[in-house]
């Protein structure tokens, strides 16, 4: 399967800074989602966006969907130190297979 | 809320041995997936069940076979551990609904020695 791309492979930034992760992809999608991971531990599902949305907000997350370009964005707001983790996007295929990025490593600095 | 437990979270194991990772859901959840995880690889799915003795391959099954004998237990085996099965073994489940979310379980970290 084909794997998404995702950018940067890592960030780091200080503490109440924005963080911002991008999503690319190559072919259609049903949604795409989120995911965090916090080292050593298992994935937590962060937030879902449909193909037919263009962006969401969760707290202080917020998702963008740009299907014309294939791409979407991951913005933590005010980022804090318990942020610091990797981040996931996948994407849902026609059959809700879904595939995955290689994630993006935040570290959020005190 | 819903619980995926994975029964080892650290195991060590010697080339050739048989190794079971055990997965169990509380939801009564019919998918159930196994997936390796390796650093800069991202996830990739091994095996996956659709129901009760029902099982799928995913994009990397070799070296692994499954069991489903019951809807809420779903073990990855590794017939005979190879040093390149070292690494983050996942479990999921799917959500309610059709969207594909997936629930993980904390994950086991196999080392083969």
């Known amino acids: 399967s084909q794997q998404g791309e995702e950018d940067p492979q890592a960030l780091s930034i200080q503490e109440g800074e924005n963080a911002t992760m991008n999503c690319s992809y190559k072919t259609s999608i049903n949604n795409l989602q989120w995911y965090r991971q916090n080292s050593g531990r298992g994935l937590v599902h962060l937030i879902l966006?449909?193909?037919n949305e263009r962006e969401k907000h969760s707290g202080r997350l917020r998702v963008t969907l740009d299907t014309s370009k294939k791409s979407s964005s991951l913005l933590i707001t005010a980022s804090r130190a318990a942020d610091t983790a990797s981040y996931f996007c996948a994407r849902s295929d026609s059959n809700y297979q879904l595939i995955w990025g290689a994630g993006t490593k935040l570290i959020i600095k005190p | 809320d819903v619980k995926v437990t994975q029964s080892s979270r650290y195991l060590v194991k010697r080339t050739g041995e048989k190794v079971f990772l055990e997965c169990v859901q509380d939801?009564?959840?019919?998918?159930m997936f196994w997936y390796r995880q390796d650093p800069g690889l991202g996830l990739r799915l091994i095996y996956f069940?659709?129901?009760?003795?029902?099982?799928e391959k995913g994009d990397i099954p070799e070296g692994y076979s499954v069991s489903r004998e019951k809807k809420e237990r779903f073990s990855l085996i590794l017939e005979s551990a190879s040093t390149n099965q070292t690494s983050m073994y996942l479990c999921?489940?799917?959500?309610?609904?059709?969207?594909?979310?997936?629930?993980f379980g904390e994950g086991s970290r196999l080392t083969v020695l």
């Open positions: 966006i449909r193909s």
């Open positions: 999921a489940i799917t959500g309610t609904g059709n969207t594909g979310e997936l629930f």
């Open positions: 069940s659709y129901d009760v003795k029902m099982k």
């Open positions: 939801m009564d959840h019919e998918n």
